[in-house]
């Protein structure tokens, strides 16, 4: 079974295209919303989060304080690392019972929106980058999140990595830019990956 990576910057529109990968009956696992959701409910991530950044890391109701946390991290790389450090190999394990879980489909879907090179450290047999300029970009996602000024996004845009860099992972590139119909391009990667 193939393993294919899905990423992109944000607002690039990665979930769109992973949304058309599931609608044509792709199993799709979501890396960001699953970490989301083992923040909040993976007693043992809970604990190793709150030894290293504080009680402050969770709301009183016992919800990851997301806000808070981006706040403390993203001035702080090595703090960063640290966190990551402690997720990433989380969001690992349950990649990993994911994939056996759907061992019986011809190729499942990881979105996540930091990828390496397929086989670089990592079990993807190929990387897809989803593709689009920085100002569609931040117009996405000041649409979809208007409480984030501009230059919030660009600050975000900034700290990811490079366009130039996202290019040298990717074995393909789909354009979500405006100029080309989306599904076209979906269909043609599916055809031949089910192959």
């Not at 792709?26 to 989301?36: E, I, N, T």
Request: glycine share 6%; hydrophobic share 40%; with cysteine.
């Amino acid at each position: 079974m193939l393993k294919i990576g899905v990423t992109g910057g944000i607002g690039s529109g990665k979930s769109i295209v992973c949304r058309i990968f599931s609608a044509l009956g792709v199993p799709v696992y979501s890396a960001d919303d699953r970490a989301k959701w083992l923040l909040n409910h993976d007693l043992s991530l809970k604990s190793a989060v709150t030894q290293l950044l504080g009680s402050e890391s969770y709301l009183p109701n016992g919800i990851y304080n997301r806000a808070w946390v981006a706040s403390q991290v993203f001035q702080n790389p090595p703090l960063l690392q640290k966190l990551n450090a402690i997720v990433h190999p989380q969001v690992g394990e349950d990649t990993q019972e994911w994939v056996e879980q759907n061992s019986n489909a011809p190729y499942v879907i990881k979105e996540a929106a930091i990828m390496a090179k397929a086989g670089q450290n990592n079990d993807l047999d190929k990387v897809i980058v989803v593709d689009a300029t920085v100002d569609l970009r931040v117009a996405r996602v000041m649409q979809r999140d208007p409480q984030r000024s501009e230059k919030d996004i660009r600050d975000i845009i900034a700290r990811q990595i490079s366009d130039e860099e996202r290019h040298k992972i990717a074995d393909f590139v789909i354009y979500n830019d405006e100029s080309q119909l989306l599904i076209p391009q979906v269909w043609k990667l599916h055809l031949l990956f089910k192959k």
